[in-house]
């Protein structure tokens, strides 16, 4: 069976297993998948690292575009995400539904895990600034480098978990509290691409009519994206 290599963000690792799954099942080909931050693959890329098809933010594949790494007649958005707060199955939930109520769960943490690179963490990063409470946040914040911040959670070094709330929901012993108020931030769309160099051009551009497919839909909600 031939099969193709995906580079994807972390953001839809939780649906893609059952992708995969599906899409082989109904004849596609076998799917090879490394994950990763789209910074950390954006480095990865430029530095020569092979891929059939990338998801990336949609910034990240307009890079890619625009460097000519991918073909832009296979561009297509395949989701977006809200970046959302979890805590520790069993635990209080703060309340996080308007501005000032997650001002104050903020300041009131003894740690906020959070992610350095990621879409999510840049975001977070910028609202606790806008917030006026970064240098609060940020004297006790657990900064991940790369990963899924709710896995702080389980360890006891962070209260709450600060990341896509598709990737808070790929830690098991977790809970949603629930996305950031949706007027203080924009949802991540995720974006998908065949590279230019590419050998398995026809099976890569079958794997991305299918995630626009009402089968991928529901797979990709039950993830916690929204197609």
Known sequence: MESIRVLSTLAVKGAFAELAARFQAAGGARIEADFAPTLALLDRLRRGEAADVVILTREGLSEMLGEHRVAAVSYVDIARSWVGIAVKAGRAHPDISTEAALRTALVRARAVAYSRIGASGILFAELIARLGIAHLVDAHAVV????????????????????????????????IVGPIPRELQVPAVFSAGCMLATENVVPAE??????????????????????
């Open 144 to 175: 991940v480098p790369s990963g899924l911040t709710a896995e702080r959670l389980l360890t006891d070094e962070a209260d709450l978990a600060v990341q896509q709330i598709s990737e808070l929901k790929q830690v098991a012993g977790v809970e």
């Open 206 to 227: 079958r794997f991305l009519k299918f995630l626009r497919s009402g089968e991928a839909i529901s797979v990709l909600r039950e993830a916690g994206l929204e197609p």
